[in-house]
């Protein structure tokens, strides 16, 4: 089976904006809930934006995570099937 862009969703997306990373909540289609960490947005000179991927993550992409990560597990519970 082909991947399909459109069953891909984001349900919830944190976003640093001290280094960019960004963290979400995905589902494809009906399958359960996961969370990705990055890629990470850049911002051009232009105004625009460029994506990479996350790669080694900094201290300061630590902390910002750690951060969050109570509510990103608090989100993720909400959304996945119970076991």
Do not use: M
């Given at each position: 089976m082909a991947f399909d862009p459109e069953k891909d969703k984001i349900l919830k997306k944190w976003?640093?904006?001290?280094?960019?990373?960004?963290?979400?909540?995905?589902?494809?289609?009906?399958g359960e809930p996961k969370l990705q960490i990055g890629p990470r947005i850049f911002k051009k000179k232009d105004g625009g934006e460029s994506?990479?991927?996350?790669?080694?993550?900094?201290?300061e992409d630590v902390m910002w995570f750690y951060d969050i990560i109570d509510e990103a597990k608090e989100e993720l519970s909400k959304l996945a099937r119970p076991f």
């Open positions: 976003v640093s904006e001290e280094t960019g990373l960004v963290v979400t909540i995905n589902q494809y289609g009906d994506q990479r991927k996350a790669g080694r993550l900094t201290i």
